[in-house]
């Protein structure tokens, strides 16, 4: 079946303004992550999401991230005034369901840059 | 903090080489152990995985990674590489409890085998 596919796969934007990232999560999956990847860093957890609620947002940078999730599928991931800083990949992920034991399928991810 | 090392940032071997990444992770209580791989120009997928049980997991692609409890390790190996194997590959942990669907990273390891 189809994977976990993200859009824009590339997103370049000047500082200031706000983007959004879209997340489409296997068909099914209740579970959905959000992750980046900055340049020579390790993927950071962002936010996770059950279903539609978000029990742990704790990894969002700054209060300039929101994200949300609808019908219990696509999730959002926007970023306002963006920053220099925020330029990164942002990878998403589904799992059938909550717990360590469940592995997460990852998206090719969006490229951020921020000018 | 959580946290998982990954000793070599850029290892670069000859095909027929045999391979170990080293990963270690902060102690947490009781852990899972992923191995991650990312060819080029493709997603981020999973290598294999450690729950519970032998210590000793074998993977897709002929990988193999040892989980030693005492030494907070799980290097991944590989007795002879191939040219195909070049990408960048990634440990993650994730911690029994109640973040347990949280993956937290290494920065990654860069492999480029030769032919």
């Known amino acids: ?115 | 903090a959580q946290s998982v090392s990954q000793h070599n940032h850029h290892v670069i071997l000859s095909e027929a080489a045999s391979l170990e990444l080293g990963c270690n992770y902060s102690y947490g209580g009781t852990v899972n152990l992923f191995w991650y791989v990312q060819y080029p120009g493709q997603h981020l997928q999973l290598l294999l995985k450690y729950f519970s049980g032998d210590p000793l997991v074998k993977g897709i692609k002929g990988f193999e990674a040892e989980f030693i409890k005492s030494k907070f390790s799980f290097n991944l190996r590989k007795p002879s590489v191939q040219w195909s194997d070049t990408a960048e590959y990634f440990c993650a942990v994730n911690y029994s409890g109640g973040s347990n669907y949280k993956l937290t990273f290494g920065k990654g390891t860069l492999l480029t085998v030769n032919p």
Do not use: M
């Open chain 1, 1 to 115: 079946g189809a994977g976990v596919s993200q859009s824009p796969s590339n997103k370049v934007t000047e500082k200031g303004k706000d983007v959004e990232l879209r997340c489409d999560p296997i068909s099914g999956h209740t579970a959905l992550y959000w992750y980046r990847q900055s340049l020579g860093q390790g993927l950071e957890f962002l936010i996770y999401f059950q279903g539609n609620s978000a029990p742990d947002k704790s990894g969002l940078p700054s209060d300039r991230f929101s994200a949300e999730r609808t019908g219990g599928s696509v999730s959002t991931l926007t970023i306002q005034r963006t920053q220099q800083e925020d330029s990164a990949v942002y990878l998403c992920a589904s799992s059938t369901g909550q717990g360590s034991y469940n592995e997460q399928f990852f998206g090719p991810g969006t490229r951020l840059t921020v000018l």
